[in-house]
């Protein structure tokens, strides 16, 4: 009688409604609850009562401290307990039935290795940078993910070959600080489920392949030549205007071009002891004779 009786339970919540499964099923969890929570409170008495009785021996079991960087986050029999992370200071835990786990806040550093990367250009290169990061929220770290700083580095690694293989090698080598920020917004946003504020993210250094750097530095001397060479066409331009306009004032007065003779004599006689003997222009005399009969 009676397994006739679990057998036709059993097909009622079977072929049953699905609110009633749905009900069912909530009513047997929160039995299930209450129960945990009835065990949970005799095991905190029971600890309590452990205390008192060993104390003053007790106290140096049950009082921890944590640093000013530090918070501690306390587990009562798997369960967080309520009131958040614990810390700066000093803290109260039950022994046998709480466990706790250190959080360091400070920033940390992190190096991430060279990552080949093809850019969107197909030209492989070695990048590497660095990422400043620290924990915001100790109990989301502890409680949300297995390891916050391991799976920060992997996930750095992963978005700096990403953001690097959407863009061309001279956007890389030219727009270093927009790429940072954008990989910093990028870690930021995927580590906030995790505890973990992203600070900083640097490119350090972008290597290149040797032959493509050689065609980089021709490529760079051709281009200083060529804007030598105009600079230089650029100057014997000038230089030939200015020596047109001298000319025409030379022409247009010829006491001018008898000026400018003696003047070439002084320069040369100045820059050395030597005599030089130089033949007077005919026109140069007639000007003077000129001149000396006027007076």
Same mark, same amino acid.
């Given at each position: 009688?009676?397994?006739?009786? /679990?057998?036709?339970?059993?097909?009622?919540? %079977? &072929?049953?409604?699905? @609110?009633?499964?749905? #009900?069912?099923?909530?009513?047997?969890?929160?039995?299930?609850? @209450?129960?945990? =929570?009835?065990?949970? /409170?005799?095991?905190?008495?029971?600890?309590? %009562? %452990?205390?008192?009785?060993?104390?003053?021996? !007790? $106290?140096?079991?049950?009082? #921890?401290?944590?640093?000013?960087?530090?918070?501690?986050?306390?587990?009562? $029999?798997?369960?967080?307990?309520?009131?958040?992370?614990?810390?700066?200071?000093?803290?109260?835990?039950?022994?046998?039935?709480?466990?706790? *786990?250190?959080?360091? $806040?400070?920033?940390?550093?992190?190096?991430?290795?060279?990552?080949?990367?093809?850019?969107? @250009?197909?030209?492989?290169?070695?990048?590497? *940078?660095?990422?400043?990061?620290?924990?915001? &929220?100790?109990?989301?770290?502890?409680? &949300?993910?297995?390891?916050?700083?391991?799976?920060?580095?992997?996930?750095?690694?992963?978005?700096?070959?990403?953001?690097?293989?959407?863009?061309?090698?001279?956007?890389?080598? !030219?727009?270093?600080?927009?790429?940072?920020? &954008?990989?910093?917004?990028?870690?930021?946003?995927?580590?906030?489920?995790?505890?973990?504020?992203?600070?900083?993210?640097?490119?350090?250094? %972008?290597?290149?392949?040797?032959?493509?750097?050689?065609?980089?530095?021709?490529? *760079?001397?051709?281009?200083?030549?060529?804007?030598? #060479?105009?600079?230089?066409?650029?100057?014997?331009?000038? *230089?030939?205007?200015?020596?047109?306009?001298?000319?025409?004032?030379?022409?247009?007065?010829?006491?001018?071009?008898?000026?400018?003779?003696?003047?070439?004599?002084? =320069?040369?006689?100045?820059?050395?002891?030597?005599?030089?003997?130089?033949?007077?222009?005919? @026109?140069?005399?007639?000007?003077?004779?000129?001149? #000396?009969?006027?007076?």
């Amino acid at each position: 009688m009676t397994t006739m009786n /679990n057998t036709s339970n059993a097909v009622i919540s %079977v &072929n049953g409604r699905p @609110d009633d499964i749905r #009900k069912h099923v909530i009513g047997a969890e929160e039995r299930r609850t @209450d129960d945990a =929570t009835t065990c949970g /409170n005799i095991l905190v008495a029971l600890s309590w %009562v %452990v205390v008192v009785l060993t104390m003053p021996f !007790s $106290l140096f079991v049950c009082f #921890k401290v944590v640093q000013e960087y530090e918070r501690a986050v306390i587990f009562r $029999l798997g369960r967080l307990l309520s009131g958040g992370a614990k810390g700066p200071g000093i803290f109260f835990i039950l022994p046998c039935i709480d466990c706790y *786990a250190r959080v360091d $806040l400070r920033t940390r550093t992190y190096d991430v290795p060279p990552q080949e990367v093809l850019t969107k @250009d197909s030209v492989t290169v070695s990048v590497d *940078a660095v990422v400043y990061y620290r924990v915001n &929220n100790a109990t989301i770290s502890i409680a &949300n993910v297995e390891n916050a700083h391991h799976s920060t580095r992997l996930l750095a690694q992963t978005t700096l070959r990403n953001t690097m293989g959407t863009r061309p090698l001279h956007e890389i080598l !030219s727009e270093r600080e927009t790429i940072s920020g &954008n990989m910093q917004i990028s870690l930021d946003e995927a580590t906030d489920t995790w505890g973990i504020k992203v600070e900083r993210v640097e490119i350090k250094d %972008v290597r290149l392949p040797v032959q493509l750097q050689r065609a980089m530095a021709a490529e *760079a001397e051709a281009a200083r030549e060529a804007r030598a #060479k105009v600079i230089a066409a650029e100057g014997e331009q000038k *230089a030939s205007r200015a020596l047109r306009e001298a000319s025409e004032v030379i022409g247009d007065s010829p006491a001018a071009l008898q000026l400018r003779y003696l003047q070439t004599l002084n =320069t040369i006689s100045a820059e050395k002891n030597s005599t030089i003997v130089f033949p007077l222009p005919i @026109d140069m005399i007639t000007y003077f004779m000129k001149a #000396k009969e006027a007076l």
